[in-house]
């Protein structure tokens, strides 16, 4: 099984430079979520989603938009890149009415912005 | 406030040994969870255990086990005969309901280092 995947894997933007990370997975979860990860810092969470068609901002949503239309897929969009967004950001899943909620993480995107 | 707090920014420990990585968590819920998740070098987040606050008994996963103290709010993870391939950071998180939806909060980690 796949699991979570996430495309790209390592990206280097310029300042002001706009992409899109897609992240993808084959469990049939409901809910989804994007993280970033900075030294010192944990994970924190950006944007996610409860169910296609939803999206509801985290913790730090600020320069980050997020896209959910179908179920397996959900997107993180930087429309204008910033060096304070260089970070690894990571998706998640989990299945809604688990016992546990356990998230099922991706393998992460490294960016950074020059 | 930080609602999941790891007081150990590093751990040392002898192969074979036994390690404690402490977790403290503020929370006014009821129902939550609490999770550990191992982090290694090459970057991809794995879970290890669980813990429901209803659950009476201590979660145990092989040699992870988690020493939940609810009253104290805490769920430190303790790892048993340490092996070199536990050298990684640590990640706490809780569970909790927030905006319909179950999100988890991270604390800091822990890098824990495992010496041969």
């Known amino acids: 099984n796949a699991g979570v995947t996430q495309t790209p894997k390592f990206r280097v933007l310029k300042t002001g430079q706009s992409m899109t990370l897609l992240c993808a997975q084959d469990m049939n979860h409901e809910y989804m979520y994007w993280y970033r990860q900075d030294p010192g810092m944990g994970l924190r969470l950006i944007h996610y989603s409860v169910g296609e068609g939803t999206t509801a901002k985290g913790e730090v949503p600020d320069g980050y938009n997020v896209s959910r239309l179908k179920k397996q897929n959900f997107l993180l969009g930087l429309e204008s890149a910033a060096p304070s967004q260089t970070s690894v950001y990571f998706c998640?899943?989990?299945?809604?009415?688990?016992?546990?909620?356990?998230?099922?993480f991706g393998p992460g995107t490294r960016l950074t912005v020059t | 406030a930080q609602k999941i707090t790891q007081t150990q920014p590093g751990m040392f420990v002898q192969e074979k040994e036994a390690v404690t990585l402490d977790c403290t968590y503020d929370?006014?819920?009821?129902?939550?969870?609490l999770f550990w998740y191992k982090q290694p070098s090459s970057g991809e987040m794995i879970f290890l255990i669980y813990q429901g606050s209803y659950d009476e008994q201590n979660a145990t996963e092989g040699r992870y086990s988690l020493n939940f103290q609810k009253a104290r709010k805490s769920a430190n993870l303790v790892i048993s005969a340490s092996q070199l391939g536990d050298s990684a950071m640590y990640f706490c998180a809780m569970r909790e309901k927030r905006g319909g939806s179950e999100k988890l909060v991270f604390g800091k980690g822990t890098k824990l280092t495992v010496n041969p």
């Open positions: 998640a899943s989990t299945q809604s009415g688990s016992i546990t909620y356990e998230q099922y």
């Open positions: 929370t006014s819920d009821q129902s939550y969870g």
